[in-house]
């Protein structure tokens, strides 16, 4: 299986200007995933998706591939992750005739990764041939059972389910449930161009410790995920 790491990199950013080359622990936010996916022994090839110039120089620099720069396009606040992937592959094809089996998408803004967690992921979707694609996981701070939407006057429960009163139940008797961050995804080639989706009909978990669950995007959040790796150790980032 060839395996190609991509790390969506766009130049935009509001809250935290330049967030993705901002400082986090001494080096620019964005080498953690570069250097995260280098140290992983089941990556291939690392390339970096961006439409800013410093940020693909900057990326070069720690060992990546720019070997294009992401339509300006693509790089818009509203933009999903979707058509930066499928551009990425697509502009891949037509340069170099060739696809990778499995892309592995890491975002800088999500740099916690304990050591092995890539391979781990990695090695779980190869081993279950039914899975579409893997996605990290952790359980959330709060239970999804015990939340509202708003109906007119009124609120509703948020999820529709046989449980009576979930909102009144005690949280141990409500069910498993998984928020979804962005530390690591594992997608099979063909389920971004035959289901056109990141996940696919089959979802594998990869379930981690709710502390790697930051995704910087302002000042406050890269402070408390400085202070989480300082708290965890090396084993927390990439050397």
Same mark, same amino acid.
């Given at each position: 299986?060839?395996? =190609?790491?991509?790390?969506?990199?766009?130049?935009?950013?509001?809250?935290?200007? %330049?967030?993705?080359?901002?400082?986090? =622990?001494?080096? *620019?936010?964005?080498?953690?995933?570069?250097?995260?996916?280098?140290?992983?022994?089941?990556?291939? #090839?690392?390339?970096?998706?961006?439409?800013? $110039?410093?940020?693909?120089?900057?990326?070069?620099?720690?060992?990546?591939?720019?070997?294009?720069?992401? *339509?300006?396009?693509?790089?818009?606040?509203?933009?999903?992750?979707? *058509?930066?992937?499928?551009?990425? =592959?697509?502009? =891949?094809?037509?340069?170099?005739?060739?696809?990778?089996?499995?892309?592995?998408? /890491?975002?800088?803004?999500?740099?916690?990764? *304990?050591?092995?967690?890539?391979?781990?992921?990695?090695?779980?979707?190869?081993? @279950?041939?039914?899975?579409?694609?893997?996605?990290?996981?952790? +359980?959330?701070?709060?239970?999804?059972?015990?939340?509202?939407?708003?109906? !007119?006057?009124?609120?509703?429960?948020?999820? $529709? @389910?046989?449980?009576?009163?979930?909102?009144?139940? /005690?949280?141990?008797?409500?069910?498993?449930?998984?928020?979804?961050?962005?530390?690591?995804?594992?997608?099979?080639?063909? @389920?971004?161009? +035959?289901? +056109?989706?990141?996940? !696919?009909?089959?979802?594998?978990?990869?379930?981690?410790?709710?502390?790697?669950?930051?995704?910087?995007?302002?000042?406050?959040?890269?402070? #408390?995920?400085?202070?989480?790796?300082? %708290?965890? !150790?090396?084993?927390?980032?990439?050397?």
């Amino acid at each position: 299986m060839n395996v =190609l790491a991509i790390i969506p990199a766009r130049g935009g950013s509001k809250a935290l200007p %330049r967030k993705n080359i901002h400082p986090f =622990l001494g080096k *620019p936010l964005i080498y953690w995933s570069i250097a995260a996916a280098h140290e992983a022994n089941l990556i291939d #090839r690392v390339i970096v998706s961006t439409d800013d $110039k410093e940020i693909a120089e900057v990326s070069k620099q720690f060992g990546a591939e720019v070997p294009f720069l992401r *339509p300006a396009v693509l790089a818009l606040d509203d933009v999903t992750d979707y *058509p930066v992937l499928r551009d990425c =592959l697509e502009t =891949l094809a037509k340069d170099e005739g060739a696809l990778p089996d499995i892309v592995v998408q /890491l975002r800088p803004t999500s740099p916690l990764r *304990p050591a092995g967690l890539i391979d781990q992921g990695i090695e779980a979707l190869l081993s @279950t041939p039914t899975a579409d694609s893997l996605r990290v996981v952790c +359980e959330p701070h709060n239970n999804p059972y015990k939340m509202w939407k708003k109906s !007119g006057l009124f609120i509703k429960p948020l999820i $529709k @389910t046989a449980i009576v009163e979930p909102y009144n139940q /005690l949280r141990q008797k409500l069910p498993a449930s998984y928020w979804q961050i962005g530390t690591l995804d594992v997608i099979r080639t063909k @389920t971004i161009f +035959e289901q +056109e989706s990141l996940s !696919g009909a089959n979802i594998l978990p990869l379930i981690v410790d709710s502390d790697i669950a930051v995704d910087i995007d302002d000042l406050d959040s890269l402070k #408390r995920a400085e202070e989480i790796c300082r %708290r965890h !150790g090396s084993d927390w980032s990439a050397p």
